[in-house]
């Protein structure tokens, strides 16, 4: 009976043992979850799901709610309602949200609003609540977490200033502004866009900005769309099609944006009008274009024609004539320029040299002394620019057997004899004009020219023009139209030129001025 008695207090006392190794591990766990949620920014909660706001008392709510200033026992012991450090300007419409979800019987939710610290200062929660029921007694909570989320809210407040500071400075611009994917497709747009081209934002968003620019300037881009994307930032001239069908020239300044792998993810773009620009440079070219021979020069033995085409309203080409229409079988000169670049600052450059080699040539000297004096003028004007000019000289005696040439960085002139099918270059020495005002040029000299022979002078604009597939148009494409039209007029030798370079180009947009004087000996 001992024993029995011994064995079953040994049960018992295993039975205890057990219990108190259990509840050992349970208060373990649970110092452990307290641990953790006192140093978590989430606050657990639980409080009565009453209808009566006045009514809906916390039951529970985790010590960390120390982080705000407060106790749990300030608000188990209501003392304090929860409501009522909520901020003043949240109350209402936090109130309003909880009745929605009721009314709704919405029992998962989220509420994003400001409390008042015990100290006074403003802070944003998220309160994550859920109501759940008591198995036993039937009564309904409201229990969930809040969680600190003030710096994510000062960040996220920071953005939208930032956003809202942009959106300011995108909307209020002058220029046009496109936001545009990967496949330059629209995304956003400001007004002033809209202006530009008469349409809505609506109208404009998902649409692609090679779908609205002219067919030239869509094959230009087309082609260069790859050099310019992968140079990060790029400017170019162009036409958008606007409303109606009207044409209207701007300036694009764009940028590629990339990921951090570098990944092209989109592209933005500032968009100028330059209707008005235009005008003033088209007039602009009017007055330059006056300034060139106007009609062939009538002079004994010699069949002549000329002309200029300008890649812009205005460029930095020039050719010009030099005779004395009261002696029309006297010496004739042909001058042929190309100003580095194209534009305004060569347009000026262009007419200042004009007017100086004009005046220059009306004084006695020989073609280097003209051409020596016009280098150091141009060498005071443009030294420190880094621009520069290359001329060709070309003076035709009376009897129209000899020529007489300065090459000044020029590139070289060609006869085309058709007796012997074969053209010559005519080059020599010479350096271009406003680089060295000590340079002193000199001249050469061919004799022997006979009727029927062909001179071309002209710019690297024509050869060096490209097609939509970047092929060049070369100097034996332009050698076999002269070739070709070698018995033809001047005129006819000229149009033909220009004709077929045109028709090569395809529309491709040209990026340099074209220059061209045919001479025939008649």
């Known amino acids: 009976q001992h024993r029995l008695f011994r064995r079953k207090l040994d049960e018992h006392y295993r039975e205890v043992e057990a219990e108190c190794a259990e509840k050992n591990k349970t208060v373990e766990a649970l110092q452990l979850a307290e641990l953790i949620i006192d140093n978590s920014p989430a606050i657990l909660f639980r409080r009565l799901a009453a209808e009566d706001p006045k009514l809906r008392k916390m039951v529970y709510v985790s010590p960390n709610i120390s982080r705000f200033g407060y106790t749990a026992e300030d608000f188990i012991n209501g003392r304090i309602m929860f409501r009522d450090i909520v901020y003043r300007e949240d109350s209402e419409r936090t109130l309003n949200e909880l009745q ?12 994003i609003y400001r409390i008042i610290t015990r100290e006074g200062d403003v802070r944003w929660i998220e309160d994550r609540t859920s109501v759940v029921e008591d198995a036993e007694t039937g009564v309904r909570y409201h229990q969930g977490i809040v969680i600190d989320i003030h710096r994510r809210k000062e960040a996220e407040e920071k953005v939208r200033k930032s956003e809202e500071k942009y959106r300011r400075i995108v909307e209020t ?65 162009g036409e958008i099609i606007a409303r109606g069908g009207r044409s209207v020239p701007v300036l694009i300044h764009a940028n590629a944006l990339r990921d951090d792998s570098s990944v092209i993810i989109g592209n933005m773009a500032f968009i100028t009008d330059m209707t008005e620009h235009k005008k003033a440079l088209t007039l602009a070219g009017e007055v330059q274009r006056s300034l060139l021979p106007q009609q062939a020069p009538q002079v004994r033995g010699l069949d002549v024609s000329g002309e200029n085409a300008s890649c812009d309203e205005i460029g930095g080409d020039y050719f010009d004539f030099l005779w004395s229409a009261d002696d029309p079988g006297g010496p004739f000169t042909v001058v042929v320029g190309d100003i580095t670049g194209h534009g305004v600052e060569s347009a000026l450059l262009m007419t200042t040299a004009r007017a100086f080699l004009r005046m220059r040539a009306s004084r006695p000297g020989t073609s280097t002394d003209i051409v020596t004096a016009m280098n150091q003028h141009l060498t005071e004007d443009v030294y420190e620019t880094g621009r520069f000019m290359t001329l060709f000289y070309l003076t035709i005696n009376d009897d129209r057997s000899r020529i007489e040439w300065v090459r000044a960085g020029h590139e070289p002139a060609w006869i085309y004899d058709p007796d012997q099918d074969s053209f010559e270059e005519l080059k020599g020495p010479g350096l271009a004009l406003g680089i060295d005002e000590k340079y002193v040029y000199r001249s050469n000299r061919k004799t022997g020219l006979k009727k029927g022979q062909v001179i071309m002078v002209g710019t690297d604009g024509i050869w060096e023009g490209r097609n939509k597939a970047g092929e060049m148009f070369g100097k034996r494409r332009l050698q076999e139209i002269i070739r070709r039209n070698a018995a033809s007029s001047a005129e006819t030798i000229l149009t033909s030129v220009f004709k077929e370079q045109a028709r090569f180009s395809q529309g491709t947009r040209t990026e340099d001025d074209i220059t061209l004087v045919i001479i025939k000996f008649a």
Do not use: P, W
């Open 100 to 111: 929605t979800y009721v009314n709704r019987g919405i029992e998962e939710y989220t509420q």
């Open 173 to 237: 611009a002058g220029e046009g502004f496109l936001l545009m994917d990967e496949n330059l497709k629209i995304v956003d747009l400001n007004k002033a866009y809209c202006r530009m081209v008469d349409y809505s934002r609506n109208e404009l968003i998902g649409k692609s900005l090679l779908d609205m620019v002219s067919e030239n300037y869509r094959h230009f881009f087309s082609a260069k769309r790859e050099d310019l994307l992968n140079r990060g930032y790029y400017e170019f001239e």
